[in-house]
């Protein structure tokens, strides 16, 4: 709510009374609560599979529905659109949605992948409409009978929530150079690569630092720096004791940690290389693109509906080193396709994932469903 889906409750509370459902989380909670401007439930929901505790959070969300009698529920996430689809079931709540922002079924095997695929499925018999969140999820869902093809739908042209392009933008001018903020890291002509996001397996770090490093050796002098902004996974997907050891003894690779403004990370980079396994609709990918960076990224759902390889960026294969590798010694070696690139990003963004895109579809869908279901909603404009 207050990163992924940041101004759009305020956005939707212009039309409908809208009431926000997470966890309580002191900083991210009263963040969202003073920006949307919205009504606010805390109920805790465990993000691992919890028997004991997900079933008290489904008595509560369940006993809550029943008390506000909502005419939509529109839940996100995989445990909570589990939690909440089946408590709006059973508590009769007339329109229930789930958008679906990413697959960890996808990358899983065994016991475990049939556990979350049936969690998958009980959520999306619950929901009225299913939205993928990009084009490739919904061939995913569908092509694996997860559900009804009828109810499945994209909204717009992909994406959870947008990009808000005039803060994602490099000649913001509540940003501080781009000279300062690299003489501000020790960084002066360097080719930059950076990532944004959780620096864990699945999001293909492992290969990033490798690629990294074998560039490195290769370089005479030292002309390449990877920045990496986000926290060390410490539950799915752990990189290990070495791989770890060898991002913090390295000068040139700074791992910084995480921040609520990214935007100096991006403004101070050169080419955005994000090599993840599967990912929903990447919002890193699409604030880096607003940025006017160009990007590497794997083909993937989500990544190659953003990026389109030879014109904003290069497209190589999940898991491929060898791909990844030679996709940043030529963004090194080649600064006229960089520039190229460059260009083409952020006109792509503004043009088709600009959040105000994202929230009137959004906005015609909640309206289409309420009239179908002739519910009257007192709206306020």
């Given at each position: 709510?207050?990163?992924?889906?940041?101004?759009?409750?305020?956005?939707?509370?212009?039309?409908?009374?809208?009431?926000?459902?997470?966890?309580?989380?002191?900083?991210?909670?009263?963040?969202?609560?003073?920006?949307?401007?919205?009504?606010?439930?805390?109920?805790?929901?465990?993000?691992?599979?919890?028997?004991?505790?997900?079933?008290?959070?489904?008595?509560?969300?369940?006993?809550?529905?029943?008390?506000?009698?909502?005419?939509?529920?529109?839940?996100?996430?995989?445990?909570?659109?589990?939690?909440?689809?089946?408590?709006?079931?059973?508590?009769?709540?007339?329109?229930?949605?789930?958008?679906?922002?990413?697959?960890?079924w996808v990358e899983l095997s065994g016991l475990k992948k049939w556990i979350v695929g049936w969690t998958e499925k009980i959520t999306f018999a619950c929901a009225h409409k299913v939205y993928p969140n990009s084009y490739g999820l919904k061939k995913i869902i569908n092509d694996n009978n997860f559900c009804h093809p009828k109810k499945l739908k994209v909204i717009a042209n992909g994406a959870s929530n947008g990009v808000n392009t005039s803060f994602f933008d490099p000649n913001n001018s509540t940003l501080k150079s781009r000279k300062k903020l690299r003489q501000e890291h020790n960084i002066s002509d360097e080719i930059v690569f950076c990532f944004v996001g959780r620096i864990a397996k699945e999001k293909g770090i492992q290969e990033l630092i490798n690629s990294f490093e074998k560039l490195q050796k290769e370089l005479s002098?030292?002309?390449?720096?990877?920045?990496?902004?986000?926290?060390f996974e410490k539950h799915?997907?752990?990189?290990?004791?070495?791989?770890?050891?060898?991002?913090?003894?390295?000068?040139?690779?700074?791992?910084?940690?995480?921040?609520?403004?990214?935007?100096?990370?991006?403004?101070?980079?050169?080419?955005?290389?994000?090599?993840?396994?599967?990912?929903?609709?990447?919002?890193?990918?699409?604030?880096?693109?607003?940025?006017?960076?160009?990007?590497?990224a794997t083909d993937i759902n989500g990544c190659n509906e953003i990026i389109t390889d030879g014109h904003n960026g290069i497209m190589i294969q999940p898991k491929n080193e060898t791909e990844l590798y030679q996709a940043m010694k030529k963004m090194i070696e080649e600064k006229e396709l960089r520039i190229s690139f460059a260009a083409n990003a952020r006109k792509i963004i503004v043009d088709k994932f600009r959040r105000e895109i994202i929230w009137e579809a959004l906005l015609e869908e909640y309206k289409m469903l309420l009239d179908k279901r002739e519910i009257n909603v007192k709206q306020e404009t």
């Open positions: 709510m207050n990163i992924i889906l940041k101004g759009q409750l305020g956005f939707m509370n212009q039309f409908f009374e809208v009431i926000g459902v997470t966890g309580y989380d002191k900083k991210h909670y009263e963040d969202v609560l003073k920006r949307e401007q919205i009504q606010m439930e805390p109920i805790e929901m465990a993000r691992t599979i919890s028997p004991l505790k997900d079933l008290v959070s489904l008595w509560k969300l369940y006993r809550f529905l029943k008390k506000e009698k909502p005419a939509i529920v529109h839940t996100h996430t995989p445990k909570a659109g589990l939690l909440g689809m089946i408590a709006a079931y059973f508590a009769g709540v007339p329109i229930r949605m789930h958008t679906v922002a990413g697959m960890p002098t030292s002309k390449i720096k990877l920045v990496l902004i986000g926290t799915y997907g752990l990189l290990g004791d070495e791989l770890e050891k060898s991002i913090t003894e390295n000068p040139d690779i700074l791992a910084l940690g995480r921040f609520d403004d990214v935007r100096p990370f991006y403004l101070m980079t050169d080419v955005f290389a994000f090599p993840s396994y599967r990912e929903g609709f990447p919002n890193a990918l699409m604030e880096a693109g607003a940025m006017a960076l160009p990007s590497i």
